[in-house]
């Protein structure tokens, strides 16, 4: 391994958020363990790959929010409009799992911005007068920008917060 190889993985290894600037460096960072699920990947993970904007990234995490499972690399191009060949360098840390939506291992989610009555009330242990707060709240004081606002607001204890985590996504 050289200087540059080792300095290029030192960055990666530092910083989860580091974009990598080219196929080389996705290269480095398939060496070093790290995966992109293409069907829980946040705006930020997407984000991590050469040549996506931030409105290619909202883009995709909203077509898998949707319930939309992407596949393979393909079905990642025809999203992004682009050809499979511009991608093909993601291939190495780009992976395609699916989840069940009924899976207790991969519950779906659910954002609590839009979200009905009805829909809050799948969630376990969220009684019916709490999912009521999140819809008044949300209505009287707008949209919530991510768990700890939604807990801050509603006076939830960390531990409630930690479980709804799992069912939200903002």
Known sequence: MNFSHRAIAKKIQSNPYYRFQSETEIKIASEL?????????????????????????????EITNSGIHFLCLEDLAAALGVSVLKIQSWQSIVYFAYYAPDSYYAPAKINP????????????????????????????????????????????TPDFAYHLMSYFQF
Request: charged share 25%; hydrophobic share 40%.
């Open 33 to 61: 363990g790290i995966k992109i699920d293409a069907n829980r990947a946040t705006v930020d993970d997407w984000l991590r790959l050469p040549g996506i904007s931030i409105t290619q990234a909202r883009n995709l995490v």
């Open 113 to 156: 911005n839009n979200a009905s009555l009805n829909q809050l009330k799948t969630i376990p242990n969220l009684k019916e007068a709490i999912a009521q707060q999140i819809i008044i709240e949300r209505e009287s004081n707008g949209s919530y920008r991510h768990i700890a606002d939604l807990q801050k607001r509603l006076n939830f």
